[in-house]
C-alpha cells in the first residue's frame, strides 16, 4: 500500500533567464512502512521534492497525496495542522529551540497541536535514543549527535506516519553520522513508519531498502 504518491511534480524558481527548473515530471511512490533514500548532486531537485511530500512548499504543477490527502487542496491553516499531525521533520541544522530543554523540544509539535503526549510512547522512544538523562539539558549543552538524536524523538513525539529526513547527518562527523543515520533507521523500523531521507552519503544511502537518484529535477532511471 502506498503511502506516498508523487505524480508529474514540477517545480520552477526564478524567472527568464535565472529560471530554475528544480522538478521537472518527477513520478515516485513510496510504500507504507518503505526506507527510502534520495540521492543526487548539489541542485538536482531531492530538497524540494522532499520539502513538495512535506507540504512545505507547492508544485506549480502535479500532486502530491501523502496518506490519502491531496495536499495541493489544502489551505495554509489545513496545512499546518497536517504537518504537525503527519510528518515528522528531521533537519541537518536540527532546529532545536534553544530556550527549551529536551523534553520541551521533543514535546514541542504536541503543544502546538494542543495534544498531550502518550506517556509510555514517548518514555520508550527516549530510551531507544538514548536521551533519558539529558531530558533537562538545554540544546547548547548537547554534541551534534545528541542533538539530532532530540530531533528524531520530536519527530516521533506526534506519532506521524511518515518520516522525512533532508540531510540529517551532514552537520557531523562521519562516525556520529553513521550512528545518527542507523537511529533513525531502527526508530522507523521499531515504530513501523515511512522513512524518505535525502543524503549525498551514498553508504549512509544503502542502508535504505531502495535507493532513488534525482539528476535535473528528474528520476534517474
Do not use: W
Not at 528544480?22 to 530538497?47: H, I
Not at 495554509?76 to 495542522?81: D, Q
Request: aromatic share 6%; hydrophobic share 40%; proline share 4%.
Amino acid at each position: 500500500m502506498d503511502i506516498i504518491t508523487v505524480r508529474n511534480l514540477k517545480k520552477c524558481y526564478g524567472s527568464g533567464e535565472r529560471q530554475v527548473r528544480a522538478l521537472d515530471g518527477v513520478e515516485l511512490t513510496v510504500s507504507k512502512g518503505e526506507f527510502v533514500s534520495v540521492m543526487g548532486a548539489s541542485g538536482s531537485g531531492k530538497t524540494t521534492l522532499l520539502n513538495m511530500m512535506g507540504g512545505l512548499d507547492m508544485p506549480d504543477e502535479g500532486e502530491v497525496y501523502v496518506d490519502g490527502v491531496n495536499l495541493s487542496g489544502l489551505r495554509e491553516s489545513e496545512l499546518a495542522v497536517f504537518r504537525r499531525r503527519k510528518v515528522g521533520f528531521v533537519f541537518q541544522e536540527y532546529n532545536l529551540v534553544p530556550t527549551l530543554t529536551v523534553e520541551e523540544n521533543i514535546l514541542f509539535p504536541l503543544d502546538l497541536d494542543g495534544s498531550a503526549p502518550e506517556q509510555g510512547f514517548l518514555e520508550e522512544v527516549v530510551s531507544l535514543l538514548g536521551l533519558e538523562e539529558r531530558m533537562q539539558s538545554y540544546p547548547h549543552t548537547l554534541s551534534g549527535g545528541q542533538k539530532q538524536r532530540v530531533a528524531i524523538a520530536r519527530a516521533l513525539a506526534a506519532k506521524p506516519p511518515v518520516i522525512l529526513a533532508d540531510e540529517p547527518t551532514g552537520s557531523l562527523d562521519s562516525r556520529s553520522g553513521q550512528n545518527v543515520a542507523g537511529l533513525l533507521k531502527m526508530a522507523a523500523e521499531h515504530y513501523h513508519r515511512t522513512l524518505v531521507m535525502v543524503t549525498h552519503n551514498r553508504e549512509l544511502a544503502q542502508l535504505a531498502d531502495r535507493v532513488v537518484y534525482m539528476e535535473n529535477g528528474k528520476i534517474g532511471k
